[in-house]
């Protein structure tokens, strides 16, 4: 009896999964415009890369939020992927039921970056929220590149041209800006003009 | 004067000469990588319910002898235009007093090995059943092997059970929070 009593207090207190069901009938997903990316080029210790954009869609019929997200699958082929080396712009986004939007994706490969081949997932989920067990949805695209072996100077040469890739147009509009007004100042220093209606 | 004017001049040609390397296709920005970019079919999921219910269920006990098991159904549905696969996992199921860890399958299901471990799976879809872990799987798999089948376009039901863990977890009274996330890869 004591047994029973002592069951039905631990049933009653016990950890649970209980969850307050929301709009039952509500259909989530996403999908991407893209299947499967293989880079054709070895790619470079130190380097950016920027990968063509992903379409995200949503197909469902309620308004639903998305994270994009690096990730690898059981059993892959080649090495996975470090999330730190992809950079999503946005990396998260809300769209309404059929709409879609571009995200690109960036690649940047550390100085450090081991050589050899590479797999993962560049996959879009719907971001849930609330208490309890959250059954979410992703739609992927398999992505696969080679990283070479390179020299700690060439890792740091490419590392120093995607950051100046980044920056443009500043990296060669303000020096030839800057080059421009010396380059002006030098000729009116040496030379004199004078502009004249023609008689 | 005429130092200042040439050191300028050679600093707008070292950014012009580093934002050209190296010769790949470059647009305005971060070097442009070739790739084969593989088109439509592409891949496209819709799951309904996105939450499910376990009930309340008390915690398992005696190496499985008094295991707790609870389920729940949902929908998923491939709506791409092809078969694709589909891959599985799960987070810990996290609480305010702590998290429970989810377990793979190691040919027998015991979740009173150690505390605040338990087992989430996938039945009524999968051959065999699919426990979910941290590391996204293939749900749908050949017979007797870990090979990744085909998901074909169209719907299906199938139901998630859960695997209590073991007396002495924390979480006693808890509503616990997890996120089984499965994800389309295009076959």
Same mark, same amino acid.
């Given at each position: 009896?004591?047994?029973t009593r002592?069951a039905?207090?631990?049933v009653?207190?016990?950890?649970s999964?209980l969850?307050?069901?929301?709009a039952a009938?509500? +259909?989530?997903?996403?999908a991407?415009d893209l299947g499967?990316? +293989?880079v !054709?080029q070895?790619l470079?210790?130190?380097?950016?890369y920027r990968?063509?954009?992903l379409g995200v869609r949503?197909?469902?019929?309620e308004?639903?939020?998305?994270r994009?997200?690096?990730s690898?699958f059981e059993?892959?082929?080649?090495?996975?992927?470090?999330?730190r080396?992809?950079?999503?712009?946005?990396n998260?986004l809300t769209?309404k039921?059929?709409?879609?939007?571009?995200?690109?994706?960036?690649l940047?490969?550390p100085t450090?970056a081991?050589p050899?081949?590479?797999?993962?997932?560049?996959?879009?989920q719907?971001v849930?929220?609330?208490?309890g067990?959250?059954?979410g949805a992703?739609a992927? !695209?398999?992505?696969?590149?080679s990283?070479e072996?390179?020299?700690?100077?060439?890792a740091?040469w490419?590392r120093?041209?995607a950051?100046?890739?980044?920056?443009?147009?500043?990296t060669w509009?303000?020096?030839?800006l800057?080059?421009?007004?010396?380059?002006?100042?030098?000729?009116?220093?040496?030379? !004199?003009?004078?502009v004249?209606?023609r008689? | 004067m005429?130092k200042y004017?040439?050191a300028t001049?050679?600093?707008?040609?070292?950014?012009?000469?580093?934002?050209a390397v190296?010769a790949f296709?470059?647009d305005?920005?971060?070097?442009t990588?070739?790739v084969?970019?593989?088109?439509?079919?592409?891949p496209?999921?819709? &799951?309904t319910?996105? *939450?499910v219910?376990?009930g309340?269920?008390?915690f398992?006990?005696?190496n499985?002898?008094?295991?707790?098991?609870?389920?729940?159904? &949902?929908?998923?549905a491939n709506?791409?235009?092809?078969g694709?696969?589909?891959?599985g996992a799960?987070?810990?199921a996290?609480?305010p007093s702590?998290?429970?860890?989810p377990?793979?399958y190691l040919? *027998?299901?015991?979740?009173c090995?150690?505390?605040?471990r338990?087992y989430?799976?996938?039945?009524?879809f %999968?051959t065999p059943v699919?426990?979910? *872990?941290?590391?996204?799987?293939p749900v749908?798999?050949?017979?007797?092997?870990?090979?990744?089948?085909?998901f074909?376009?169209?719907?299906?039901t199938f139901?998630?059970?859960?695997?209590m863990p073991?007396?002495?977890?924390?979480?006693?009274?808890e *509503?616990k929070?997890?996120?089984? %996330?499965?994800?389309?890869?295009v076959a």
């Amino acid at each position: 009896m004591a047994n029973t009593r002592a069951a039905a207090v631990i049933v009653a207190s016990v950890a649970s999964l209980l969850i307050g069901v929301g709009a039952a009938s509500a +259909d989530r997903g996403v999908a991407l415009d893209l299947g499967r990316l +293989d880079v !054709a080029q070895t790619l470079t210790p130190g380097g950016g890369y920027r990968l063509p954009p992903l379409g995200v869609r949503n197909p469902g019929d309620e308004v639903t939020s998305y994270r994009l997200v690096v990730s690898h699958f059981e059993g892959q082929p080649g090495k996975p992927i470090p999330a730190r080396w992809v950079r999503f712009e946005p990396n998260q986004l809300t769209l309404k039921p059929g709409r879609t939007k571009k995200v690109q994706a960036r690649l940047s490969l550390p100085t450090g970056a081991d050589p050899g081949d590479y797999a993962g997932l560049l996959a879009a989920q719907i971001v849930t929220t609330g208490k309890g067990a959250q059954v979410g949805a992703g739609a992927a !695209a398999k992505v696969t590149f080679s990283v070479e072996s390179a020299t700690l100077l060439g890792a740091w040469w490419y590392r120093i041209h995607a950051y100046l890739s980044d920056q443009q147009p500043w990296t060669w509009l303000l020096p030839s800006l800057l080059a421009m007004a010396l380059l002006t100042r030098q000729v009116r220093s040496r030379f !004199a003009f004078r502009v004249e209606r023609r008689a | 004067m005429r130092k200042y004017f040439l050191a300028t001049v050679a600093l707008a040609l070292v950014a012009l000469t580093a934002s050209a390397v190296p010769a790949f296709t470059a647009d305005s920005g971060t070097v442009t990588v070739s790739v084969t970019a593989q088109a439509p079919p592409a891949p496209c999921l819709t &799951v309904t319910p996105g *939450t499910v219910n376990f009930g309340a269920l008390p915690f398992s006990a005696d190496n499985g002898a008094g295991m707790s098991e609870g389920n729940a159904e &949902v929908d998923i549905a491939n709506c791409g235009t092809a078969g694709q696969n589909l891959l599985g996992a799960t987070t810990d199921a996290v609480g305010p007093s702590g998290a429970w860890t989810p377990l793979p399958y190691l040919g *027998t299901i015991d979740p009173c090995a150690a505390p605040n471990r338990f087992y989430l799976y996938l039945f009524g879809f %999968t051959t065999p059943v699919l426990y979910m *872990t941290a590391t996204p799987a293939p749900v749908t798999t050949t017979l007797g092997g870990p090979t990744a089948a085909v998901f074909p376009v169209g719907a299906k039901t199938f139901r998630f059970g859960i695997d209590m863990p073991c007396r002495g977890s924390n979480g006693a009274g808890e *509503t616990k929070a997890l996120t089984a %996330t499965f994800t389309a890869v295009v076959a």
